[in-house]
């Protein structure tokens, strides 16, 4: 069974820029998730969706931030414009409807702003 | 404002010695806890859980304990090995719920086992 997949794996654009990074879950887990991890911080909690539907966005840092989930399938993250502070690893994680509580997460997308 | 707090960036131990990875936190409404581990270029992946009624869960070399009160868990490793080197996540969850809890992260901790 496929594991959670990201792409692109590296990303390096410059500064007002726009960037577009891709998750597909774990196929038939309703619940994604989207993570972010600055400079050897804590892993931070961006957003969750269930199916097509955003259950919680707080962690979303500002409008820059628009995440989709169309079909319920994959999720697309997009940053526009794209700022420094945004660098990061963006992790992407799913979940069964029911479960453990655990999530999958993918190896995550990092991106550089120049 | 971090709820859960992995104060030792990093931890050395020798092979076949006992790895005790700590976390802390501030939310009296966690009631479920799991450590990832996570090696370079990798996704975190998950490890071992607990739940708030429990204070110990054990799975092979791994052991989580919970202490409510204290709102302190840990992990414990035993016997450490060279392929356990990677960062451990501590993370909490606010609901038993399952299958769509919104983690809370520590910071990490580099565990490096020396062979």
């Known amino acids: 069974e496929a594991g959670v997949t990201q792409f692109p794996s590296h990303s390096v654009i410059e500064k007002g820029q726009t960037v577009t990074l891709r998750c597909d879950p774990i196929s038939g887990h309703d619940n994604l998730y989207w993570y972010r991890r600055v400079m050897g911080k804590e892993i931070k909690f961006l957003l969750h969706?269930?199916?097509?539907?955003?259950?919680?966005e707080s962690g979303m840092p500002n409008n820059r931030f628009l995440a989709e989930r169309t079909g319920g399938t994959y999720s697309t993250l997009k940053v526009q414009p794209a700022e420094l502070e945004d660098s990061g690893v963006y992790f992407c994680a799913s979940s069964p409807s029911t479960g453990s509580g655990e999530l999958f997460f993918g190896e995550g997308s990092r991106l550089t702003v120049l | 404002d971090q709820q859960v707090k992995q104060n030792s960036p990093s931890l050395s131990v020798q092979e076949g010695r006992i790895s005790i990875l700590n976390c802390d936190y501030t939310?009296?409404?966690?009631?479920?806890f799991l450590w990832y581990k996570k090696y370079p270029a990798e996704g975190p992946t998950f490890l071992i859980s607990?739940?708030?009624?429990?204070d110990k869960n054990e799975d092979g070399r791994f052991t989580v304990f919970l202490n409510k009160s204290a709102k302190h868990l840990s992990l414990h490793i035993v016997p450490s090995q060279p392929g356990d080197s990677a960062v451990y996540f501590c993370?909490?969850?606010?609901?038993?719920?399952?299958?769509?809890?919104?983690?809370?992260f520590g910071t990490g901790t580099r565990l490096t086992v020396i062979p």
């Open positions: 969706f269930v199916k097509e539907s955003k259950q919680d």
């Open positions: 607990i739940s708030s009624i429990k």
């Open positions: 993370a909490a969850s606010p609901r038993t719920q399952t299958g769509a809890n919104n983690l809370f």
């Open positions: 939310n009296s409404m966690f009631d479920y």
